[in-house]
C-alpha cells in the first residue's frame, strides 16, 4: 500500500510539472488580444489571401524580392515558423500540412501548387509540433501572430511577425519562443520570404483546433458566440 502511494505522489508531482497554468501573467501580456467574433480585419486590402504562403525559394542561391534575399539551404527548415501557412480576414492564422506529402515537412514546407482546392488537398493542423495556428494583429505594415504549440503536455507560445513587402510576398522578421521568464525568451530572425500561392477553395478558418480553446479568445462571450455558430453550421 505504501509504495502505491509513493508511486502515486511522485506521478502526481510529474504530471503537475508538466501541466503548467497556461497561459500565465506573463504570457498575456505579450498575446495579441486573442480570436473575436465578427471580426473582419481587412487584410485582404494590403496581401492577397485566398490562397496560402510557401517559402519563396528552396535552392542554396539568393533569390532578391522587393529589395530583401532569402536563402534557404532545402530540406527540413530549423524553424516551425517555415510551414506554409493560410491568413484569413477574420484574424485566424494556421499551419497546413498537404495530404500529398503525408507528414514529410520538408516537402510540406516546399510544396507549391496553385489553384487547388485546399479544403479538400490539406489539413489544418495545430495538435502535432512543428504545426501551429493562432491569431494576428496588423500594425501598419507588419503582421503579428500569436501561435501556439501542444507538445506532449506542454502548451508553448510563441510569436511571430511578417513585414508585409507588397500582395504577393512576406517577409519573416522573427520567431519568439516564450519560456516564461522574459530572459530566457528565444528570439530566432531569419530573413525568410513567403510568396503567396492562389488556390480555388479555402479549409473553414473554424477547423484550426486551436479556435476550440476558451483562453484563446478575448471574451468568454466570443468562445460562446464561435460555439453557437459551429453548432449551427453542424446541423446544416
Not at 502526481?12 to 501580456?29: A, G, H, I, N, Q
Not at 515558423?81 to 515537412?105: H, M, R, S, W
Not at 525568410?192 to 480555388?200: C, L, N, S
Not at 478575448?218 to 453548432?231: G, T
Request: aromatic share 14%.
Amino acid at each position: 500500500m505504501k509504495k502505491y502511494i509513493l508511486a502515486t505522489i511522485i506521478g502526481t508531482v510529474t504530471l503537475t510539472s508538466c501541466l503548467s497554468f497556461f497561459p500565465d501573467r506573463y504570457e498575456k501580456t505579450l498575446v495579441y488580444n486573442g480570436f473575436r467574433a465578427n471580426t473582419n480585419t481587412g487584410i485582404g486590402t494590403k496581401v492577397n489571401i485566398k490562397g496560402y504562403y510557401s517559402l519563396a525559394n528552396d535552392s542554396t542561391k539568393s533569390a532578391p524580392v522587393g529589395g530583401y534575399s532569402v536563402i534557404s539551404n532545402g530540406g527540413m527548415s530549423t524553424l516551425a515558423g517555415y510551414n506554409p501557412f493560410i491568413l484569413y480576414e477574420d484574424g485566424t492564422y494556421g499551419n497546413i500540412l498537404f495530404n500529398a506529402v503525408e507528414k514529410d515537412f520538408s516537402a510540406n514546407e516546399h510544396y507549391k501548387r496553385a489553384n487547388m482546392e485546399l479544403d479538400k488537398e490539406c489539413t489544418p493542423l495545430n495538435n502535432i509540433y512543428l504545426m501551429r495556428s493562432g491569431y494576428y494583429k496588423l500594425k501598419e505594415d507588419t503582421i503579428c501572430v500569436t501561435t501556439y504549440i501542444f507538445y506532449m503536455l506542454r502548451t508553448e507560445l510563441v510569436l511571430l511577425r511578417y513585414k508585409i513587402i507588397d500582395r504577393n510576398h512576406l517577409l519573416l522578421l522573427d520567431e519568439t519562443y516564450i519560456s516564461g521568464n522574459e530572459n530566457e525568451n528565444d528570439t530566432c530572425v531569419r530573413n525568410r520570404i513567403f510568396e503567396f500561392i492562389p488556390a480555388k477553395t479555402l479549409p473553414s478558418s473554424s477547423l484550426f483546433p486551436i479556435k476550440k480553446k476558451r483562453w484563446a479568445w478575448a471574451s468568454k462571450k466570443d468562445w460562446k458566440q464561435f460555439k453557437h455558430s459551429i453548432a449551427r453550421t453542424s446541423k446544416k
